[in-house]
């Protein structure tokens, strides 16, 4: 027997006209320039989405079409997602770190007619556009067009440029948002590539809703109507973990960061000045990013008491840096898990309050309890096996806001039985917490042992000297492999690789230690801010380090 239900699809457009009928109040802000806010309520917000949409459609935009972004994190860009999926068709935002001909190969895979492009971001935009005929339109988020204007000609094909408030000028702020399919795709975000080629991720509207629903409950973001949430993460890295669709359904402010021009990332200045102004109880960002800031408040204290609860994500929490936060400022951290590949959000780190307090320790220190929404499993050679906390194998997950393919690619090396391989090797305890032990291509193998490199790494930051550190597994003739640790020291701190090798006694058990140590200026790092150690080898292996060697029988 069937139930009686209405079948209503749960579409993006919905999330959006919810936001502006109930949550019109509540703000997003933005920032153009050199760091100018702008600030929109969400009803002004959804008026001009539904503007946008009818421009798109002048410009040829048609169900299922593919619209790109090459933008940092303006409120333009919000507006784009939610009206592009809305109307029908699906919102590409485009890694801007990225290096050219990956952007160029994301357009031509997707046959994006249409580009949305940042002022700062025009000559990028003419050089990876300049042999894609099918892209017709450049669209420059703002009320003016560069100098030259017009045209945009290169090789054999053009774009014409338009400045994005004349296209919305005189269009209506309503637009018919068409029932669709709930499976249809709504937006397409690629991987950052750090275990291959990047691929393409579709989500459906489906997806994005229940996603953004298990970031408003109370075990997740808890998201409410009555929170300002400041995010670090930038729009093109999987739409800032889906904030801005979480934030609309439950009215939370949002205030989106973004470096100033010719940077790659927020400062520890810039961030501290966004708390400073505009006081939000809530942070999304990442451990590189909190990093800074921390290290920024150590030299330039402000109260932060505002601050209720930090959410981080991308790459594994280190204890002292959370014990840091806790200590210093009050300041609760929390850690979440995920990939592009599960919308990203699969796991939340809040304490189980029926557990220990060595076990709530050890719940918060890891990546997080999964819900409902995300089956997980560790497996070792084709055998599952138990939730116990402690056998290590690789994590697989599946769910309804998990992909269970690459978009445009026939390979499934990376599927098996409907469960989506993450790469990470991983335990789950029986109550259901998520501790990722090491990627699979950065686990280091030494002496028929395995060491991870995220354990050395936060052993390694436990050194009140050290601002960061990377681990990874160089060659060895006698142990197969040995870690090597890069290190970069915080300002005025001096220490020798001897003292650092020293200061993990206690901590390391002696033949985990590394062996191999090199100080840095900077660690290599990707698109999306994780250590690049594909490149970290690769450097090493060029002698571009200066590297030294301890042993216990070493004097240096």
């Known amino acids: 027997m069937l139930g009686t239900m209405l079948d209503t699809p749960l579409l993006v457009s919905r999330i959006l006209t919810h936001a502006a009928e109930r949550h019109g109040q509540s703000t997003l802000t933005g ?41 940092g994190s303006r409120n333009e860009v919000v507006e ?4 592009v999926p809305s109307m029908g068709a699906v919102i590409l935002p485009l890694n801007i770190l990225q290096p050219r001909d990956v952007l160029a190969s994301a357009l031509r895979d997707n046959r994006v007619s249409v580009l949305l492009v940042d002022p700062e971001l025009i000559p990028l935009a003419l050089e990876v556009t300049a042999h894609l005929e099918h892209v017709r339109h450049l669209v420059v988020v703002d009320s003016d067009l560069p100098p030259a204007g017009g045209d945009a000609t290169g090789g054999a094909s053009s774009a014409r440029i338009h400045a994005l408030e004349t296209l919305l000028d005189g269009h209506p702020t309503t637009y018919p948002w068409p029932d669709l399919d709930e499976r249809t795709a709504a937006a397409i975000a690629y991987t950052s590539g750090t275990t291959g080629t990047s691929k393409a991720v579709a989500y459906t509207h489906r997806s994005i809703w229940l996603h953004s629903m298990q970031m408003c409950m109370a075990e997740s973001a808890a998201l409410t109507s009555g929170d300002s949430v400041l995010t670090t993460v930038p729009m093109f890295h999987v739409m800032s973990w889906g904030l801005p669709y979480a934030a609309f359904m439950a009215g939370a402010s949002l205030i989106t960061a973004r470096p100033r021009p010719g940077q790659a990332l927020v400062t520890g200045r810039d961030l501290a000045g966004l708390l400073a102004t505009h006081r939000p ?9 909190l990093q800074r800031l921390l290290r920024w408040l150590e030299n330039h204290p402000q109260p932060v008491g505002h601050l209720g609860e930090v959410l981080v994500g991308g790459s594994a929490l280190p204890e002292a840096l959370l014990d840091a936060w806790v200590e210093r400022h009050g300041v609760t951290v929390l850690q979440a898990y995920g990939l592009t590949e599960s919308s990203p959000i699969a796991t939340f780190a809040r304490a189980d309050p029926h557990s220990s307090a060595t076990e709530r320790r050890a719940q ?20 599952v096996l138990p939730d116990d906390g402690w ?3 690789e994590l697989q997950i599946r769910g309804p806001w998990v992909t269970a393919r690459y978009l445009g690619d026939a390979a499934t090396d990376r599927f098996v039985d409907g469960w989506l391989r993450t790469g990470d090797m991983a335990t789950i305890s029986p109550k259901g917490y998520l501790d990722v032990v090491d990627r699979v291509d950065d686990i280091i193998a030494s002496g028929g042992e395995l060491i991870s490199s995220v354990e050395l790494e936060h052993a390694v930051l436990t050194d009140d000297r050290v601002a960061d550190a990377a681990v990874v597994g160089v060659p060895d003739e006698r142990w197969g492999n040995r870690p090597l640790v890069l290190i970069q020291l915080k300002s005025g701190a ?27 200026e900077d660690i290599p790092r990707t698109s999306v801010g994780k250590f690049d150690k594909r490149e970290i080898r690769s450097l090493h292996a060029s002698g571009a380090y200066a590297v030294t060697t301890i042993s216990p029988g070493t004097t240096r």
């Open 494 to 520: 001096n220490a020798t690789a001897r003292s650092l090798w020293e200061g993990l006694h206690g901590t390391l058990d002696l033949w985990k230690r590394p062996d191999h140590w090199a100080f840095v």
């Open 364 to 383: 918060i220190l890891g990546q997080g309890r999964f819900p409902a929404g995300v089956q997980a499993r560790v497996v070792d050679e084709g055998r």
């Open 31 to 71: 920032f153009v320039g050199d760091l100018q806010p702008r600030t929109s309520r969400y009803d002004v917000i959804a008026a001009r989405a539904a503007a946008t949409a009818h421009a798109l459609s002048e410009l040829g935009v048609t169900r299922g079409g593919v619209v790109a972004v090459l933008a």
């Open 391 to 393: 056998s290590v194998g």
């Open 80 to 83: 784009a997602m939610f009206a």
């Open 281 to 289: 109880n809530k942070m999304a960002t990442t451990p590189a990013s």
